[in-house]
């Protein structure tokens, strides 16, 4: 399939894509009448490696622990009591859980839009905390995309840096897939933009 039939002839139905052609039942504020998802895209899978690992590591520190602490020949049971011992453990799993929670929703809710009039980045810093940022086709002057490194290569994601007249000057899609198709389809739109009559969203 071309890149374009990628693109334009798949609708994705996976709410965790990273790579999603006109996604199904997705909608974001100041949404326009009229106005069409073309692309939302996600940091890549494999970004999040380093993350998991850190998390399998701290969820087995509560094993490491008693090994560390008999090395220095100190007693777990002789400082804490086994009741305080098991409050410590289901304390740290918390926070586990918490630190994985807030990891997946930190990659889950980042995301980069590419719609039929503009380009969106959502930027999600915290739990009560979100940027949005955008740029009409029409302000955009130069869009480059980057590959760079070996996992970039072999997984082929990289960097997107669009130049805009908007507010915003440049745009950076980060570690996003197929960043070749997602530049050229953004010239598409751009060009789709310029031969529209003003104020026409189609």
Same mark, same amino acid.
């Given at each position: 399939?071309?890149?374009?039939?990628?693109?334009?002839?798949?609708?994705?139905?996976?709410?965790?894509a990273?790579?999603?052609?006109?996604?199904?039942?997705?909608?974001?504020?100041?949404?326009?009448? %009229?106005?069409?998802?073309?692309?939302?895209l996600?940091?890549?899978?494999?970004?999040?490696?380093? %993350?998991?690992?850190?998390?399998?590591?701290?969820?087995?520190?509560?094993?490491?622990?008693?090994?560390?602490?008999g090395?220095?020949?100190?007693q777990?049971?002789?400082?804490?009591?086994?009741?305080?011992?098991i409050?410590?453990?289901?304390?740290?799993?918390?926070?586990?859980?918490?630190?994985?929670?807030?990891?997946?929703i930190?990659?889950?809710?980042?995301?980069?839009?590419?719609?039929?009039?503009?380009?969106?980045?959502?930027?999600?810093? %915290?739990?009560?905390?979100?940027?949005?940022?955008?740029?009409?086709?029409?302000?955009?002057?130069?869009?480059?995309?980057?590959?760079?490194?070996?996992?970039?290569?072999?997984?082929?994601? %990289?960097n997107?840096?669009?130049?805009?007249?908007?507010?915003?000057?440049?745009?950076?899609?980060?570690?996003?897939?197929?960043?070749?198709?997602?530049a050229?389809?953004?010239?598409?739109?751009?060009?789709?933009?310029?031969?529209?009559?003003?104020?026409?969203?189609?």
């Open positions: 399939m071309l890149p374009d039939e990628i693109i334009h002839k798949t609708h994705s139905r996976n709410p965790f990273m790579f999603a052609p006109n996604p199904q039942g997705v909608h974001f504020e100041n949404q326009e009448l %009229g106005e069409k998802i073309i692309l939302l996600r940091a890549h899978i494999v970004t999040l490696v380093p %993350g998991a690992l850190l998390i399998l590591l701290l969820a087995f520190v509560p094993f490491f622990v008693p090994f560390f602490l090395i220095i020949r100190v777990a049971l002789s400082v804490f009591d086994p009741r305080q011992l409050l410590i453990t289901v304390f740290w799993y918390l926070f586990v859980f918490g630190f994985s929670f807030y990891k997946f930190f990659w889950y809710f980042n995301v980069y839009l590419i719609t039929n009039e503009r380009v969106i980045d959502i930027d999600f810093r %915290g739990i009560l905390h979100k940027e949005t940022s955008y740029a009409k086709l029409n302000q955009i002057q130069d869009i480059s995309p980057k590959i760079i490194g070996f996992f970039g290569t072999f997984f082929h994601y %990289g997107i840096y669009i130049q805009t007249a908007a507010e915003r000057p440049e745009f950076e899609f980060h570690n996003v897939e197929n960043p070749n198709m997602v050229q389809e953004i010239h598409e739109q751009v060009r789709k933009e310029e031969a529209e009559p003003p104020g026409v969203i189609a």
